[in-house]
């Protein structure tokens, strides 16, 4: 019952909030000293004290992520936004991970933190490359499919959910009516950021739990050359939109050959600033749609850069930048079947977003079945693929690997042209691994080994 009320006490204050100085944030990390720890949770309480003495250092120097990047979020975002971040995303996750993964696991399953949901495939825009054109796009997810799955999620304990397409805002009535009904589930949503209206920053601000992540190339000229002309100005005016409403923004952009340089650069990351980003995604351009063609694939040293560049932003500039290959080490290598999953419009599961081969149906067996599948099983066995977990891909980093789970389980694309992956990209893909094992052998071995 205490625990209760300084729970709802401590976000009511925090939701209204605009700013906290340096002597709340020490006198909050104070309090948190004073909270009961479960028996089960001692080993972990004592393994983050040393993490509060360095936040205490990042907090009296006022450094960008540590302080700055807090009061972003209390001065930019509106109270039931901020609300939502504190009850469904931070407080569910302890609950959750308390609660419900435990159960889970000892009933033979594994709950992921986040399961990726493509209710549909149609989309306004054409984009080169496009790693979900290949898709069927005649069918939408039916509304009582995409229901059940996040239901079935939270009964698993799912942190957030990811909602992507084709472009998700051409089926947002149905996502603002499902996320009104389940108000204590969290969300991020991936969209071209074209077809934002006045009505639709209205209605994510009321439900509040829905974070939004544009899609973009770097400025104009690299934005419009992939996504069509005209995209990226529309794409500055709905994250202009979203500031105006105080709804939680960030981008996400493909890493890819052409466009290497300038996504990392200064100027490109304070105009994310200026326009209201508190969070920006990096991946990596993969060959999964299909086309017979790796040239847009970021070269080996392209990519070490990203890895040495997203980690400078992150020190020096207030906002959360995430290298999804780079940032492996913080997760223990690839997530694929473990800490998510792609769910199609068919309903077909996939064990990663760029993994385009069928290991189940939603439609014929539940969530918490399928993440206890053999094939789930194996990816979730055999994790880490090595020890250098800046190379944690068994589709571009050691892509015998995949090719090995296809085999062993017979796995089905899920498109057609899928199966390219496995069949005429493998020697090409085969000689990529080896150049980027060469360089980030020795990146691993100078900043992560003595570590690990």
């Not at 993490?51 to 979020?73: C, D, Q, T």
């Not at 539940?366 to 250098?388: C, D, G």
């Not at 068994?394 to 062993?408: S, T, V």
């Amino acid at each position: 019952m205490v625990t209760k009320i300084l729970r709802e006490s401590l976000i009511k204050i925090i939701k209204n909030k605009k700013s906290v100085s340096k002597r709340e944030f020490f006198l909050a990390l104070n309090l948190l000293k004073l909270l009961p720890v479960p028996y089960t949770m001692r080993e972990e309480a004592e393994q983050a004290k040393w993490k509060m003495k360095e936040i205490r250092k990042e907090i009296e120097r006022e450094s960008p992520l540590a302080f700055k990047y807090p009061n972003r979020i209390l001065s930019e975002i509106h109270p039931n936004c901020k609300e939502k971040i504190i009850r469904n995303f931070l407080l569910g996750l302890i609950e959750k991970r308390n609660r419900k993964w435990k159960k889970a696991k000892t009933e033979g399953s594994f709950t992921p933190v986040t399961v990726l949901i493509s209710p549909l495939m149609r989309c306004n825009l054409n984009c080169i490359g496009c790693y979900a054109k290949k898709y069927d796009k005649k069918t939408d997810m039916p509304e009582e499919l995409f229901e059940r799955i996040i239901r079935e999620g939270e009964e698993l304990g799912v942190i957030f959910y990811t909602i992507l397409g084709g472009e998700p805002l051409l089926f947002f009535d149905k996502i603002y009516r499902i996320f009104k009904k389940y108000n204590t589930a969290y969300t991020q949503l991936f969209t071209n950021g074209t077809l934002f209206t006045e009505e639709i920053a209205r209605k994510l601000q009321e439900i509040g739990n829905i974070f939004i992540l544009f899609s973009v190339e770097g400025f104009e000229k690299e934005t419009d050359e992939r996504r069509g002309r005209g995209v990226f100005k529309k794409v500055i005016s709905g994250m202009e939109l979203l500031q105006k409403y105080g709804i939680p923004h960030g981008f996400s952009t493909v890493f890819s050959r052409k466009n290497a340089d300038v996504v990392i650069s200064d100027e490109f990351i304070d105009l994310m600033l200026e326009k209201g980003c508190l969070w920006g995604w990096y991946f990596l351009y993969m060959p999964v749609s299909g086309d017979k063609d790796l040239s847009l694939m970021p070269t080996p040293e392209q990519r070490a850069r990203l890895w040495k560049r997203h980690l400078e932003i992150r020190s020096q500039k207030p906002i959360v930048v995430i290298d999804f290959w780079g940032d492996a080490p913080l997760v223990g290598g690839c997530i694929a079947g473990k800490y998510y999953c792609h769910i199609n419009t068919q309903g077909n599961v996939e064990p990663c977003i760029f993994t385009h081969f069928q290991t189940a149906n939603i439609k014929e067996k539940t969530l918490k079945e399928i993440m206890a599948s053999p094939v789930f099983k194996e990816y979730r066995k055999r994790q880490p693929f090595s020890k250098n977990l800046l190379l944690p891909c068994p589709l571009i980093d050691h892509p015998h690997i995949f090719r090995e789970i296809c085999q062993k389980y017979n796995l089905k694309p899920t498109h057609p042209g899928a199966e390219t992956l496995i069949k005429d990209l493998a020697p090409g893909l085969d000689q990529y691994s080896n150049q980027v094992h060469k360089i980030f052998d020795k990146i691993w071995e100078e900043n992560y080994k003595k570590i690990n």
